[in-house]
């Protein structure tokens, strides 16, 4: 492979923990944000631009191996922000790409593009029982993102793998992540794997560690090279201590976006 991998949002928390893992797995990064890196790593290149700015996108792609997008806003906002940002904004990413003849995008989708589906019954959630049922503007932010991606990769051939990442946080902090938490090395492992498998064509995979009391199907994810090495069960004792058992007939635990399905996450337009 050659060329560096385009990391947008490389300042944010994902973007920060891939700068620290992804060089160690022989990937050169050039990072990209709308604020500079301020601590720059030996051979890093570094990009200040917003992800919706097409001819900055442009000379950003070009002559990247991959790009790895995720930059835009990462929870709840007005309508305006959600859609410039991360709809525009991955739509603009893609097209750069395409033009710039980069073969594969990586695209942080979320759990919140199928927040209101619930735990089933039985067995673990599949990818394809979690279609399109959003939790919030920014749940339709990334079923428009995993639209795109699908887009782009049928009609112009790229390889788009979308990563619906769960809670990606250095550690679990409340009952849900037992479930959902994504850790710093396996977000690491994660990404790897999407930017190494052999053609994987359109994939979106759930993106969490291998908890215990994890309720996403990682099949998908583990069938391009993931292997998680991390169980938020490790949290659970302190988190059950602090804050009681979780009730799975809770929303909060029932759904796949947890506390975004609650009607105080209604958004201000
Ligand atoms: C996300 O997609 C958000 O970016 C993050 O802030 C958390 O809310 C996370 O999902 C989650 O579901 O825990």
């Not at 019954?121 to 503007?137: C, I, K, N, V, W």
């Not at 309720?215 to 998908?220: E, R």
């Not at 993931?226 to 659970?236: I, L, S, V």
Request: a negative charge; hydrophobic letters at 45%; aromatic letters at 6%.
């Amino acid at each position: 492979m050659s060329g560096p991998v385009l990391l947008t949002g490389a300042a944010g928390r994902i973007g920060t923990v891939l700068r620290g893992g992804l060089p160690e797995r022989g990937w050169a990064l050039r990072s990209l944000d709308v604020v500079p890196i301020v601590d720059a790593r030996p051979g890093e290149e570094h990009v200040v631009a917003d992800v919706t700015d097409r001819a900055a996108m442009a000379e950003a792609a070009s002559g990247a191996a991959a790009v790895v997008h995720l930059g835009g806003v990462s929870g709840e906002s007005t309508w305006a922000a959600v859609s410039h940002a991360n709809i525009d904004g991955t739509q603009c990413v893609l097209e750069a790409a395409r033009r710039a003849g980069v073969p594969r995008v990586v695209l942080a989708s979320s759990n919140h593009a199928t927040g209101f589906t619930p735990r089933p019954a039985s067995g673990p959630l599949r990818e394809e029982d979690g279609l399109a049922r959003p939790d919030t503007f920014y749940g339709v932010s990334k079923v428009a993102m995993e639209a795109l991606g699908s887009l782009y990769a049928d009609r112009y051939g790229l390889d788009v793998v979308c990563l619906r990442i769960g809670t990606a946080a250095a550690e679990p902090t409340a009952t849900r992540h037992l479930a959902t938490w994504l850790s710093p090395r396996d977000q690491v492992s994660l990404v790897d794997a999407a930017l190494r498998a052999p053609s994987p064509g359109f994939a979106v995979v759930w993106g969490v560690s291998a908890n215990t009391r994890g309720w996403w199907d990682l099949s998908a994810a583990r069938a391009l090279g993931y292997e998680p090495a991390d169980d938020a069960e490790e949290y659970a004792a302190a988190l059950v201590a602090a804050h009681g058992e979780p009730d799975l007939a809770d929303p909060v635990h029932a759904r796949v976006g947890g506390e975004f399905t609650l009607p105080e996450y209604d958004a201000e337009v």
